[in-house]
């Protein structure tokens, strides 16, 4: 397989997969732009060495074009970010981007307008994807947080190029800390996995369960395991079908030696509000009409001192509605232990969309060792699965 390092870029024109899917405002503004940031190595390596770079990318989900999800949003702040000049093309293909992409001179960067303005992007047209591997000599995958999606530019166009195709340096970099963290970790390990459904994590939770010492619970998961073993959670989140897989997860804990741990004191509110009103309750005794929104002070005690005798920390998802003021503390403590534990040499790996919104808020995004910029990517890593943009690279 070629590393991008060891590749030279002169006079090639090279399709660059980012993922430029990021949050903006009802004005349009860029609320954070740590996706765009993260491919800048990438794109500089590429101009370095004297090629030119045009960007594939998507945003959001839209239904035909939609202008609110037009890549020249983000024109602005990439140009900012660059030293040469950022032409835009107002398609993905057709007849103006390929002028754009004929007349691109080297050292220069094309950024093509948003791949899902056509539905041939996600269904993983090959034609489509044919198209647009005809614009360029190398093909370098660097949207890892895309990698689970096998749609044609994240996946399918790499059969165009068997002699030229690679990850970027983040794409690179997300594997090579995931492979860290689940191959080769050093023990005690320690996953610390938040937000509102089991649903969402049972896959994750089964793989990590032959890898890990610890589980630490967080968020709606919580009033599940509790409801599961006879807990009354009031008007809190839980989900009834999944009671018998909470039930699975605490007696396959138990047959795999794995110490589960799920909230002791819960932060209750009577509305999911921020002014609402507030009460502390055990988490097995939520009264009726009381909604849990944040772990209790107990609980935070019992984790930080789990996480502070770990060697190997993995964290993904929020414990509790961190959006709101008053039912933050329990996130930002967690957060700050994981950063305590990193500051005295243990390996903390950071990831999901919620997770990095929280530590952008408490302004500690900087303060752990790595922090993905994948959700449901990463979440499929961490399963066990062969993610499509990963196999597509790797394969001869």
Partial sequence: MIHIQDYNFKDKKVLLRV????????????????????SLPTINKILDDGGSVIILSHLGRPKGVEKKYS???????????????????????????????????????????NLRFHEEETKGDVEFAEKLASYG????????????RKHASTAVIAQFFPKNKMFGFLMQKEIDNLNKVLLNPKL?????LGGSKIKTKIDIIHHLLTRVDNIILGGGMNYTLHKAMGGEVGASLYEEDMIPVAKEIIAKAKEYNV????????????????????????????????EGLDIG????????????????????????????????????????????????????????GDTIAAINKFKMADKFNYVSTAGGAMLEFCEGRTLPGIKSIMED
Wanted: proline share 4%; aromatic share 12%; net charge negative.
């Fill in 19 to 38: 993922d430029y899917n990021v949050p903006l405002s009802e004005k349009f503004e860029i609320e954070d732009a740590t996706r765009i940031d993260a």
């Fill in 71 to 113: 890549l020249e949003h983000v024109l602005p702040y990439l140009q900012k970010k660059v030293d040469v000049k950022v032409f835009f093309a107002n398609d993905a293909i057709g007849k103006e981007a390929q002028r754009l992409v004929d007349t691109l001179p080297s050292r220069k960067i094309l950024l093509l307008e």
């Fill in 137 to 148: 000599d190398v093909y370098v995958n660097d949207a890892f947080s895309a990698a689970h």
């Fill in 188 to 192: 005690p390990f320690t996953a610390v």
């Fill in 259 to 290: 110490n589960i741990y799920y909230s002791i004191d819960t932060v209750a509110a009577d509305a999911f509000s921020n002014t609402a009103y507030r009460r502390l309750y055990y988490t097995s005794k939520i009264p009726k009409g009381m």
């Fill in 297 to 352: 002070p107990e609980t935070i005690m019992r984790y930080r001192e789990i996480i502070l005798k770990s060697a190997t920390i993995l964290w993904n998802g929020p414990l509790g509605v961190f959006e709101l003021d008053n039912f933050s503390n329990g996130t930002f403590m967690i957060a700050d232990a994981i950063v305590r534990a990193t500051e005295n040499g243990v390996f903390s790996l950071v990831g999901g």
